[in-house]
């Protein structure tokens, strides 16, 4: 890349004299504004200023000749260096070599055994957008470099964006471990951490290689996949490859393979979950859950299938027809007349990344006619927080209060909320965790949910209570003034003929 660089006081020459051409053209106006003669056209066309104007165009064919060579000569260097497999920010193999030079490596010791680590570093998107990317390519050149220092024996490669991996050698496995957290410590400890107020979160994936059937290319899928089932957010930490996620692995496989099939034979089937107001005891509306009907595996819940789909991008066709299906159901329940209450739909974090979510979703709302107030989008609090682009989710958010649609922000509480936000934040519902109901019976847990209900009121925002499984939690909050509550002790989601039955004759009461 130095030669790259090389070509840095050529481009700095090229717009000093752009500038001093365009200081000169301002010169020339100027002296035409605040002449006497404003109006006389040959001032306009005074030999002065066709000299300038003739020296500009000519700078400008050379300039733009010299910028085309210039980026002819980056992209041939940056190609080199793919070709020489290296890549460019961190100076290591890029994943291509690295499968090659790690399979080399590999089969010229066959009396050794390895082990393939890949490291993540948590969010590195996140921490991109706020520290800016020449900042982001500093902490990952720093990161390879103590990925090299550490493994100098060892081959080392860099993936895409923040994924960097290894191919260790050991004697007993406990070492792989041992490796691979001297890694994360020693990313930990670099300095520019602190410089930036970041405290990084590095996950691992660590795949012992079976030399009877060699290739890197799966052990990476294996030890990524390893590595994605690692939960906790804020602390570094490392899984190893086993059966269990192997199977996993195999499901999601089949997963992928099956779903768009399975959309088309309409084996995603929407579930109504009612909502029920404390006070009253009447149905106030209901939450749609969708789950997956396969033939062969039965129903499987979307806990199962939803972080797939997010991952490989099929989940905004699954809430579309989600969504659709619901508003198709509400128009027919308006037309038979039953008692239609508000059904409120989960979308994916995914959308906020693609245009036309509101207009889609508008759309299909005009198409079934349905009245505003009657759909509701939730939208979980790690979305509505995410210091990633509080701006657009926030836009996106306030589009779909213009467009009719009431917004919950579901999971609350869970733990991203920045309360401050929350007064700005154009919603109508807090969903309060259910996580929150596990122990009600504990003092500080009472005190902290009757504070968030008396919170949300303050702000007119509607609470409702999630996962409430009990007639001593029903109690509770029907104490404190929350509004309304979903859960097992009211109903499971239900298919929507039963969930017709509930809404069929009148209000539904539940006590
Ligand atoms: P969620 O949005 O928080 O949905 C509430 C989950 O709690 C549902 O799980 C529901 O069945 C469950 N639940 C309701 N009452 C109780 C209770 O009393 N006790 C307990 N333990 N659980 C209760 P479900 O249906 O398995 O859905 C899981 C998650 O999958 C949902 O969590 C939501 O995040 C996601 N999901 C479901 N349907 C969709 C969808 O159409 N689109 C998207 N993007 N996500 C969906
Ligand atoms: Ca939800
Ligand atoms: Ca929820």
Redesign the pocket.
């Known amino acids: 890349m130095n030669d790259v660089s090389k070509l840095l006081p050529l481009i700095k020459f090229y717009a000093v004299i752009a500038f001093v051409c365009a200081l000169a053209i301002l010169l020339g106006i100027l002296n035409i504004i605040t002449g006497e003669e404003i109006t006389h056209t040959e001032k306009l066309l005074s030999a002065y200023n066709f000299v300038l104007v003739v020296i500009v165009i000519i700078f400008c064919v050379i300039v733009r000749k010299e910028f085309k060579l210039i980026r002819k000569h980056i992209n041939r260097l940056k190609s080199a260096y793919n070709v020489a497999g290296i890549d460019p920010v961190c100076n290591l193999r890029n994943k291509y070599k690295f499968i090659n030079d790690g399979e080399i490596f590999i089969e010229r010791n066959p009396e050794k055994s390895f082990a393939l680590i890949h490291f993540d570093i948590s969010k590195f998107t996140i921490i991109n957008n706020t520290v800016g990317y020449k900042v982001g390519d500093k902490i990952l050149q720093q990161i390879g470099k103590t990925l090299q220092d550490i493994l100098a024996d060892e081959i080392t490669g860099k993936g895409e964006g923040d994924n960097f991996f290894a191919v260790v050698e050991y004697k007993d496995q406990e070492e792989v471990v041992d490796k691979a957290l001297e890694v994360s410590d020693k990313i930990e400890e670099l300095k520019i951490w602190q410089k930036i107020k970041i405290k990084p979160v590095i996950k691992i994936g660590i795949f012992y290689v079976n030399r009877d059937d060699l290739d890197l290319r799966t052990a990476i899928e294996r030890a990524y996949f390893a590595k994605i089932t690692l939960k906790n957010n804020y602390k570094s930490e490392y899984v190893i490859y086993n059966d269990k996620i192997g199977s996993e692995l195999i499901e999601a496989k089949r997963m992928e393979d099956e779903m768009h099939k399975a959309l088309e034979r309409k084996e995603f089937k929407?579930?109504f979950?009612p909502k029920v107001n404390l006070r009253t005891g009447e149905i106030t509306g209901a939450?749609?859950?969708?789950?997956w009907e396969h033939p062969k595996l039965g129903t499987i819940?979307?806990?199962r299938f939803?972080p797939i789909f997010?991952k490989n991008g099929f989940?905004i066709k699954?809430?579309k027809y989600?969504f659709e299906e619901v508003c198709k159901n509400i128009r027919k329940w308006i037309n038979e007349g039953y008692h239609v209450v508000p059904v409120s739909?989960?979308?994916?974090r995914v959308h906020f990344l693609t245009r036309n979510f509101v207009s889609d979703y508008s759309e299909i709302k005009r198409k079934y006619r349905i009245h505003n107030r009657l759909i509701e989008i939730?939208i979980?609090e790690s979305i509505a927080f995410s210091n990633e682009n509080v701006d657009e989710v926030f836009s996106v958010m306030r589009e779909f209060r213009e467009a009719g649609f009431d917004i919950s922000i579901?999971?609350f509480g869970s733990g991203y909320s920045s309360l401050g936000l929350l007064k700005a934040m154009p919603v109508n519902t807090l969903?309060l965790d259910?996580m929150f109901l596990n122990d009600i019976e504990d003092y500080n847990a009472q005190v902290i949910v009757s504070n968030i209900v008396n919170m949300a009121k303050n702000l007119n925002l509607m609470v409702v209570s999630?996962?409430?499984?009990t007639e001593t939690q029903v109690d509770f909050l029907k104490g404190i003034g929350c509004d309304i509550a979903?859960?097992?002790?009211f109903a499971?989601?239900v298919p929507v003929n039963i969930f017709e039955t509930f809404i069929s004759n009148g209000k539904a009461k539940y006590y």
């Open positions: 929407v579930y979950q939450e749609a859950l969708v789950r819940s979307p806990a939803i997010e989940i699954l809430d989600v739909v989960n979308v994916s939730e979980t579901d999971d969903k259910k999630e996962g409430v499984e979903q859960g097992y002790v499971k989601p």
